[in-house]
């Protein structure tokens, strides 16, 4: 039987890339993160000794609480934080007994420097279409749930990545890692790059975007309609991030298809109430 106030990995893991999923929050020391740095998916690093300081703005939300063990850090800290009005928990068993169950993880060696207020910061091409949508859904539901975005004219995407120490990602510049390669598109790259590949609904959904970014319809019939709808949004908005917000439940929606719906089909006929008329013989 589960303590009282933990989450198990594989509940967690069913939650992580939900629009709302839980915000999780590595406690654990710099010692016990050297040991293997990597993070819950969606994780964001805090420190235990200061708890008292950065709680109070979690107030109203929902966390899970790592640390290396699942013991005094992370029920300590999750306690600290249901005194601050937070639904806290803490992830049984820690980040050992997640990467044990063979869970994803990402390597916080590949994220970009955080801004002062801990986010990650990354930068694009302004009008985005496909990719630049995907990307920054994939980001903010398996990476960092604060993520900035700047959309910026073409020319200043390098000028802009290094004078605000952002990311530069789908933009065709020498030295930029999250960009293209061959045949796969930038979505292929982060799923890969942020050690999400083993998640089989991302990897059907990276088809789908594959095939919409690089016009090649043909791979899977989803294809041609999110290119459709994401012409159809870039067309409804003129401001890129109100794009960005209605492209993310677009995403949404796929994902939750590609891990629980592709077998479910609809047709018209199960669909119609039964009549209430008897059945009258010829």
Not at 22 to 27: A, E, T
Not at 79 to 88: F, K, S
Not at 114 to 141: E, M, N
């Amino acid at each position: 039987m589960p303590a009282i106030n933990t989450i198990s990995p594989g509940k967690l893991a069913r939650l992580i890339g939900m629009p709302s999923a839980p915000l999780v929050i590595d406690v654990q020391t710099p010692e016990d993160f050297a040991a293997d740095p990597r993070l819950v998916p969606g994780a964001v690093r805090r420190s235990h000794e200061n708890v008292a300081d950065w709680a109070p703005g979690l107030k109203g939300r929902r966390a899970v609480v790592v640390c290396q063990k699942g013991q005094k850090l992370s029920e300590g800290v999750a306690a600290w934080l249901r005194h601050e009005g937070v639904e806290a928990e803490s992830l049984e068993g820690g980040a050992l007994a997640w990467a044990a169950a063979g869970l994803p993880m990402v390597p916080e060696a590949v994220l970009p420097p955080r801004d002062p207020q801990g986010r990650t910061v990354w930068v694009t091409r302004a009008r985005p279409k496909v990719d630049r949508i995907a990307c920054p859904w994939l980001i903010r539901r398996f990476v960092d749930p604060d993520a900035v975005f700047l959309f910026v004219s073409p020319p200043e995407v390098a000028g802009v990545a290094e004078r605000f120490a952002a990311a530069p990602f789908d933009v065709e510049h020498d030295g930029v890692f999250w960009s293209h390669d061959g045949e796969r598109c930038t979505f292929d790259v982060m799923v890969d790059g942020f050690g999400l590949s083993g998640l089989p609904a991302l990897a059907h959904l990276a088809v789908i975007v594959r095939g919409a970014d690089t016009a090649r319809p043909d791979l899977i019939p989803e294809a041609a309609g999110l290119v459709a709808v994401s012409l159809g949004l870039s067309r409804m908005f003129i401001d890129d991030l109100e794009q960005l917000d209605a492209g993310m439940l677009v995403y949404d929606a796929l994902y939750r298809w590609c891990r629980d719906a592709t077998r479910e089909t609809h047709d018209w006929v199960s669909h119609q109430p039964k009549s209430s008329r008897p059945k009258v013989e010829a």
